[in-house]
Each structure stands twice: as C-alpha cells, then as structure tokens.
C-alpha cells in the first residue's frame, strides 16, 4: 500500500502544482497555468520545500492544452517550461486515439468528468451494482476530482471550462489539459526506487518486483531480476492492479469486501487493487492495466507455506511414529518383564527343589549316624560326600552364570587336551552317572589334535550337558559321548565333541529358546523334572566366551545331540566307529 501510494504521489504532483479550481479553470487564463507550471518545475528541484516531496519534473515529459471548445478545428497548444511560452503544436501519432476521445466527450463540463468511461455501454449489466455505480460517479464527476488518467500513454487529463466562454458554465464546450509522463522516467527511476524503498533488504531485494502492462499484448515497464516478467508472474505471491478496475466492475467492490469482513477464496487474498487513484479511462474494451507482481526471493510464499506445511506434517508424523514405536516397545518391554518375572519365580522354585533333595538326603545320613542306625559308614559317608559335591556344583554354577552376566568372568585361550578332559570326567562325572543306572558310552578317534579355548570351561560345559542328559534322557538310561575332527574351510581343522541322548527330545517351536536363561519347555514342566534352567544357557555362554560354538539337533521322542565346536590342530590319525557315532549320526 505504501508503495502505491507513493507512486500515486510521485505521478500526481504536477496536478497540484497547476491548480486547476473548483471552477475547473474558468477564472484562470492560459497564462496562469504556464506560469504556475514554471513555478512548479523550478521549486520541484528544491528539497527546501516539504510540500514538494514527490515532485519530480523528468516525471512529465509534456503538457497540453487540447482546445476542443473551437468545435470542428481544434488547436493543441505546448506549455513550455522552459522558454516559458505557449506554442502551437502538432498532433503526435501516440496522442491521437485519446484527443480524439477526448474530443468526443467535450461537449460539457457534465459529459467531460466522464470520460473514463467507455465510449460503447457494456453489453451486460449487472442491476445489483446500478447503486453502486451511481455512487461512484457522484464521486468521480466533481471538479475537484476531474483528473483522468490513460495509462496507454501514459497521461493525466483534466477537463478546462473555455476561459473565453465563462458564461456558457457548465453547459458549453471544454477543453482539456493533457499531462503527458514520461514512460522512460518512471519505468527506469521511479519504479527502481519504489521497489528498494519499500522491498529492500540489506544489499538488495528482498522480493522480486515486475511491472507488467497487461492486455491484449502484454509489456514489461519494469522488473527487478532479468528473467522475471511476463512468463513467470502466475506464481507470484502477490498481484495488485495499480490503476484499480472501474468503479462498476465486480472487482471494484473488493475493498467494500474487506470492510464488511467477508471470507474471501484461497486464491483472493494475494490479489487486489489500488485504493486510490484518478478515474482510468477505458478508451477501448482491450486496454491494458498495469499491474504489480512480487514472488519473495527465496520461493513463491504459497511454496513455502506448503513446504512449511509439508515439513510439520513430516515432523508430526515422525513425532507420531516415534510414539507409536515407544508404545510397541513399552508393550514389548513390559511383556518381557513379565517373562523374566515368571522364568525368575521358577528359578525360585526349581533351585529350592535342586536345594531341598541333596539337604534333606545328607539330613537323613546325619540323622541315622547321630542315632547309630549306620552299620555302613563308608556308604553314609559317599552319599553326603555326592550331595555335598551336587550343592557345589549349583552354587558354582549360579555363581558363574552371574559372574558372567556381570562380565567378571575372564577365561584363557590356550590349545588343551580333549583326552584329560574325557579322563577327568571318567573320574568324577561318569561314575555317578553308572551309580545312577546309566550307560555311558564314549566313541573317541585313536589321535585326537589338541583344541583351542579354556579347558575349565569346556569341562564345565561337558558337565553340564551330561547332566542336563541324564536329567532328561527318560527311560532309555543312555548316553553317548562322540569326538570328530572336520576340516571346515573357514575355520581350518575343528574338534566336534557330541553328547546324545535318547529322551523325549525337543519341540521344533522350543529349539529357538532352549539356551535361554531360565528356560524350561512346556513337556518339562508339565513331567515335573527339576531343574535350575541355567546349565544350558551357561554352557552357551561359556563357548561364545572362547570361540566355540554349542549346537543343537533334536527329533520330538528320539533324544537330542549338543556338539561342542571347537578350533583344533594337528590331524588326526584315525578313528573307531562304535554305537554311540551310529545313534548320533541317526539324528
């Protein structure tokens, strides 16, 4: 607005300066305005004078006086500013359409303050806007309001009552004052300084600026950016139409819109007129209206607003998925509390039980040897001295499955002896198993190459998942140790250590978990089988730590088979088949 506004007062200046009166000029002679316009070119150069603000003489390039008050031989006379005369002058080429309509509408002073309308009535009227309009030339046809403009040309008119005829009034013929600009002044002065005064930011624009004549055959009068102009103006983010559309338009009621508030379309509110200015004078139905555009530097503001749209949309978005995923999570975490919370009640309950049967058979030893019922010392004595290893065998093992949960747990890779460890166990693990029924059988190659990792941890290990087989290797009563060297491509030599049995097995659905810590399949507790639930799972970690491997293989009713993978080196020399390789293989 304030742009407008100021170029409204920029092109308007020299119609003060004459003082055309209320009279519209019928007091005044010639000479009056020629001097007033001297006046008013030489205090325009001054900055002395605030009232001359926007004055600016290059503005106007000429000023007229059309005399179509001689009636059939009108004279167009120059006021010369500089020489200070009044000289006859011919009718230029581009002048010619607008005298010749202002020539038609010189029959009185009424007919005159009209002229901006069209010479032919608009085929449609709209009855609604018949107030309106009337409205509208009330405010247009005064004297004081008299000014017209033509932006073809571009120029100001002004109807003049004949200073020879002052007592025809109203009622006789005028003549006019044609204020000619100057197109070059105000496409390459005016409108640059309008658009850094106003859209100037920093070094430069802030907003890309075009002045653009549209019609029939649109003209550029000014941009601000090369390239930016009549091909791109459909995306500005803002279009004002200088001049304003005539009062009786449909657009002319816009601001009467806004006044009375109401809802605009989407695509309005970056689009409206001028407030303020003369009366356009519509010579044809195909003149052009300038209009201003502007697209902010950096993207089109309604591209920005969708992409400002866009990205909180995103943001939304991935706030919302973030929730939804902190949601699942929760849900998943808290489901698996309550797994942990039932596999740790059960631990409770198994370790109690794995507790209760040693105490309470080395109670019973102690009880009958305190009361002399124990002919068989030596026998009393073994079954304390077996409980008593069992409950520090599980107190080892929790100790350890913690310590290695905690990573306390350090181990030393170093090349061992597959064959002390087998001796080790015929010494101490085997022989309960006997005890207990078992039969054990060991399948081991002549030569076995030594093997890398800790030899206490695969010991453990061993211990751990011979027992695990005598706990679940049901009415069968057999266990089968087996030993193999493979050559892996990757690994080089291994050294495969297998412990089968020919229990219940294990369901498909359970082999995912069975290294689990606390653990326990759904058949095992339903056969009430005792049981920590940690051998497995510690044995499993134990060859992680090392560098081995713990595998599986199970059929449901025919047993199981765990095989320790271990680095190995050397070869082997040969090996011996027996029917624990024959009961392994089968799985």
Known sequence: MKWHLDLYGELSTICIGLQVGPDSGANDQWDDYLRRYVEWKRAATSSTFVENIYSNPDVVSDIYIWETSHGTDPRLLRLNGDTARIERSAVRAELQPLLAHLQRKASNLRAALRAWEADAPPTDVDPNAELEASLAHKLRSTAITGWQFDESIPAIVHPIVHHGQKSSGSQGPVDWFVIVLNRRTIEQRVFPGLAQRYFGAGQGLEYKLAVVSVGKTSRLLYSSDPGFGIADVSSSDSVMNIFGPPPESMEGSFWQSVKNKES?????????SGPVWFPVIHR???????????????????ASITRVW???LIVGGAVLLLLATSMFL?????QRVRAVAALQMDFVT????????????????????????APDMPRYGSIITNQSRQLIDLVDQILLFAAMKDGKKEYVI????????????????????EQQGFTVEVDVPEDIPAALGDNKGVLRCMRNLLENAAKYGGDARWIGIRVEVNELTNWGKEVAISIADQGIGVDHHELEHIFDPFYRGARVLAAQIHGSGLGLAVAHQIMKAIGGKLAVKSQEGKGRVFTLHLRGSGKAQSTTRGKAAEAIASL
């Open 310 to 312: 866009r990205g909180n």
């Open 264 to 272: 605009l379309r989407g695509e309005e509110w970056h689009s409206f």
């Open 350 to 373: 198994s370790i109690s039980h794995e507790l209760r049967t040693p105490l309470a058979a080395m109670l019973s030893a102690g009880q009958n040897i305190a009361d002399g019922f």
């Open 284 to 302: 044809t139905s195909e003149g052009a209206l300038w209009m201003l555009f502007l697209q902010h530097r950096t993207a089109p503001l309604q």
């Open 330 to 334: 929760l849900v998943i975490a808290t």
């Open 414 to 433: 170093e090349p061992f002896e597959v064959e002390g460890i087998l001796k080790t166990l015929q010494k101490t693990t085997l022989p309960i198993l």
